[in-house]
């Protein structure tokens, strides 16, 4: 166990799974108190089992059932988190998934479903937190900065990817959604910044490495030869909500493996 983020509160949406689930075991491995969210019943199993790994090794948390798309569900997660532990320290708005469809076959609700969990689910999750740390103040005990947002964005907040136009545009919408508050909350202390994950091995995207065949497809897009793993971003995820990186605010950090050096122009001199 590290110290890095001792005692402070960490909601990680999406925690069921994944990177979320990643995110959640890496900050607990540094001292944070856990909050495990899950989308619904289904996930229920997996998000207690994901706290028992947490408490076996030494960490602290709760799991909290709740979907990120509904106002009242995430102002109750919020609420449930403060009268637990007191305040939200680092919030990382991981939540996502993908609803594809070539373009012309998108139906509104594929459109809605995608935008309502990836972007507004993100907005109402982290108005909450800004809340929680402009109503709590400063601890200097705990961190340099009043209060810590990750948003999980992707590549594609700036590799365009056809057929999966809700996906890309609820990426891009994170992209200046993270920007913009990292710029009104800056002047407070908030530091917002985003992860943008390559290819990591998750459910999200099973089909893209389950077979030899399909993985060296994916390799072609990956300059430093390997799949990401959850750990990847979880030590990505420690080193944004800590004080290691206290001058850092508004970037997206891509985890990628070179993904976005556009690689298809390295044969191309
Ligand atoms: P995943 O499917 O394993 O995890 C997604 C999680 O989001 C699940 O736990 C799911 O239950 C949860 N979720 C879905 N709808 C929800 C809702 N309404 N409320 C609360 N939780 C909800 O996939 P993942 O790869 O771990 O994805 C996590 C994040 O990382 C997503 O935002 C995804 O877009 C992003 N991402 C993943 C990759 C990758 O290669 N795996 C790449 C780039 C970005």
Known sequence: MGNKLQNQVAIV?????????????ALAAEGAIVVVNNSSEHSH???????????????????????????????????????????VDILV??????????FTEMTLAQWNHVISINLTGQFLCAREAIREFLRRGMQPEKSLALGKIICMSSVHEVIPWAGHANYAASKGGIKLLMQTLAQEFAPKKIRINSIGPGAIKTPINKEAWDTPEAEAKLLTLIPYGRVGIT???????????????????????????????????????
């Open 13 to 25: 949406t999406g925690a069921s799974s994944g990177i979320g689930t990643g995110v959640a075991k």
């Open 45 to 87: 199993d997996a998000a207690i089992q994901i706290l028992n790994e947490i408490k076996s090794a030494g960490g602290q948390g709760i799991v909290y059932q709740c979907d990120v798309s509904k106002e009242d569900q995430v102002q109750a997660m919020f609420a449930e988190t403060i009268k637990q532990f007191g305040t």
């Open 93 to 102: 708005n991981n939540a996502g998934l993908q609803d594809d469809a070539p």
């Open 231 to 269: 750990d990847d971003i979880g030590k990505a995820a420690v080193w944004l909500a800590s004080d290691d990186s206290d001058y850092v605010n508004g970037v997206t950090l891509f985890v990628d493996g070179g993904m976005t050096l556009f690689p298809g122009f390295s044969t191309n001199g």
